[in-house]
């Protein structure tokens, strides 16, 4: 439970800045995922109704509500703006807002937002309350969750103290943690113990995230921390399969022809969401994603991803994809 919000398990699919949009958002849901968080989205953007954002960022497709709840995360450090931008998130039928103060990418930190947010808590908390102000819906208000890193630099643990003022002081519903600083990004073990220390001492759910890779590390984390749910980032990417393997206790990877059919599925909804010509340019990110899935030699990995990347058209892609379809599924 998020404040009143049933989460119908404990498998949540982070978010992705620059990728999390819907049509990666519902593969996740459609294997599993209990809740789905969208990439993180400038508060300020919204406050000056930024065409991009408002239209794309913040679209949820109704497809995507049929395995639980849509939380949208925001990002800024301007208390008013946020609260606006709350209400609007709000408005637009999200389910639950999600802070982004763990970002650890200079362009966002210094502006004051994401990781900065960990050095100054008297201002996280006010932007936190903010958002709680403003995160009221048609059904009532919205819980508001905070993702945070353990510190913004190495061997940092003022993320666990500002988890405790955000609940306490803010009335966050819960917090995603990830135990990590921001100086070291998705480097180094993650340091666990510490996320068991929050879960102890919390009175909030905790969200783990960071270094959740595969279904093995995800339950040992889970199991070792203690933590309410777990929260998949880039273990997810091209690969919703993760989700069946945590939630229903799928035992066995992806055949050739799954992978081949859910890029298929993917390369569709991006023109849906973007048009042709911009999905060809946006999906050349994706497709490394989905190779690795494949399980070719090397040499033939390698022929297929350049025929991806130099692809000009969506059509050429198809062509390049085409042969694997025409081969037998390779059961792994």
């Known amino acids: 439970m998020l404040g009143s919000l049933r989460v119908p398990n404990r498998v949540l699919l982070a978010p992705l800045a ?33 065409e991009n954002t408002c239209r794309e960022m913040l679209r949820i497709d109704p497809r995507e509500r049929a395995g639980g709840p849509i939380s949208v995360q925001l990002f800024g450090e301007d208390p008013a703006i946020m609260r606006q931008a709350a209400a609007h998130v709000a408005a637009t039928g999200a389910d639950a807002i ?58 940092e643990t003022s993320g666990l103290q500002l988890a405790l003022r955000l609940v306490a002081d ?12 921001a100086a070291v990004q998705h480097k180094g073990e993650p340091d666990y113990a510490l996320a068991a220390r929050l879960v102890d001492s919390l009175g909030a759910p905790v969200i783990l995230t960071g270094g959740l890779n595969d279904a093995q590390s995800a339950r040992a984390a889970f199991e070792r921390t203690g933590a309410d749910a777990v929260m998949l980032a880039r273990g997810a990417l091209g690969n919703p399969w993760l989700f069946a393997e945590l939630v229903h206790g799928r035992d066995r990877a992806p055949t050739r022809d799954e992978v081949v059919g859910e890029l298929d599925w993917t390369i569709e909804r991006a023109v849906e969401h973007l048009g ?57």
Not at 28 to 39: D, L, T
Not at 124 to 138: N, Q, T
């Open 18 to 50: 620059g990728i999390g949009n819907w049509f990666v958002r519902l593969p996740a849901k459609r294997y599993g995922a209990g809740m789905a968080i969208s990439e993180m989205v400038s508060t300020h953007a919204i406050h000056h109704r930024n």
């Open 98 to 155: 999600d802070i982004n103060m763990g970002c650890p990418v200079p362009k966002v930190c210094k502006t004051g937002a994401g990781a900065a947010m960990l050095d100054d808590p008297q201002l996280a908390v006010a932007v936190a309350r903010a958002a709680v102000a403003g995160a009221v819906g048609e059904r009532g208000p919205l819980p508001v969750t905070v993702k945070l890193r353990s510190g913004v630099r190495r061997g």
């Open 170 to 181: 803010a009335g966050v519903a819960a917090i995603a943690f990830h135990p990590r600083s």
């Open 276 to 332: 042709e010509s911009r999905a060809t340019r946006y999906l050349r990110k994706f497709y490394p994603w989905y190779v690795v899935r494949l399980q070719l030699d090397a040499q033939d990995a390698k022929r297929l991803q350049s025929a991806l990347q130099e692809a000009g058209t969506l059509a050429l892609v198809r062509s390049a994809l085409e042969p694997l379809r025409a081969q037998p599924a390779l059961a792994l």
